[in-house]
């Protein structure tokens, strides 16, 4: 009697095995509460206030500190070295914050000392009756221990969320983070129609609103969220045109029509259509750096779209990004777009900015003026526009230098560097194609940040930053040893 060998059904041809096992393996009770920590951070005005900003922290540094317990030390190893870099920029950050005697100050930034003597009263009144004081190498310390908690917060996050995401059903995660940026951007485009100086048309701002978009008091600040929205959202258009097989010349129309009611054919749609009114939005906020940036990022995605993709497949999708930047930029007018752009008065502000910001690079050229202290190192330096004040230097390369000198300036390019290896070691997994375009679309979300910052400072956003975060994690995340391809 022959034996019978018994074959198990393969499963469909639209659907990745490494989705089927990702049902069981990855579950949306790890996902929520990634989503209601970036929903609270866009929806609340991008989280400026303590009230906002405060829980989104506590909450943020919880749901890392449970992903790096709970989680095996193989996939908490990508972000080791990221850890480890981190942790010398928070010493760094420290090291501003220790008291020194006047005469350690003078040596070791002799300008905090010249600045704490006007700034500091307490300081400068006990130089004069004891001719001895002691102040932290930080202009501010109070504003430096409140960077130092927003670094530490952010980092427990990025480690933890990094290490918990092989639980988290990514997909599932993405196409809600695609939902709310469909329902922003829709928001942003009418609140902008019928704007009356007030944000969701009930709240009134502390500073001022007219350069106000969508739940931001600064449209450059919507542009940057949307930016790493968008470029997520493309990635996961990417990974679905992967799930879509082969030219169907030889189905009939019914089952074409059949085909056209699949669970990934409609996620594709959807995912297409809040792709569509995202970039749409980046445009109407007339955000030089946002446009710019998601420009190159387009420039980007459609190149690798063009080197890995093959045939029809090929041409539909690069067709697809090319036409989004097209539609978004036709229905707010070429010629309005281009008529902004070519208005440089704002970016000749910033210019003149940088040049004032360079006298305190140079005094404070190795420790910096501290963290999160450019805005009290403005008061006492003159600036060439005095009917304003610079809370921000309008880029965080400029800021960071200014306030940590070179050797925070090091230990930050450092942690860039450690971020930039572990990306490019995830890339060198084994993976799903599907898998390896949605890394790819946190990753340009990641590079449209950076270029949008050269001339902006949407980061330091609590909303967008943690945003931020949340792409770099699925960057460098591994995935189960069961979902990678055999």
Known sequence: MTGVVTRQPAPPPHVAASDLSSHTARSPRHAWPLFLLVAWGVILFGAVYPWA????LVAAAAVGAYGWSSSPARHRQPVRGVVTALLAVACVVVVQLIPLPTTWLSRVSPATDTVARQFDLAYAASQATTGSARHPIS???DATMKGLAFLVALSVFLAGVTAMMARVRLKWLIRRIAGLGLVMALFGIVQRGTFNGKLYWVWTPINTAGNAFGS???RNHFAGWMLMAAALTAGYVCSLMVLQHGPRRHLSWRQRIGSMSSSDVNRLLFASCA?????LSIVWTLSRSGITAFAVATGLLSTLVSARFRGRR??????????????AISWKGLDTVYDWFSRTSTLEWRFALWRDTLAIVRDFRWFGTGLNTYGVSTLVYPMSDPSRHAMEAHSDYVQVASEGGIVLAAAAAFAVLQVGRAIRASFKQPQTASLYWVRTGATLGLV???IQELTDFSLQMPGNAVLFVLLAAIAMHRPPRHERPQ
């Open 53 to 56: 900003y405060i829980p989104l």
């Open 139 to 141: 202009i501010a310390p």
């Open 216 to 218: 931001f008091v600064n």
């Open 275 to 279: 792709l569509a009114v995202m970039v």
């Open 314 to 327: 090929r041409i539909v999708t690069v067709t697809f990004l090319l036409l989004v930047v097209v539609f």
């Open 448 to 450: 449209a940040m950076a």
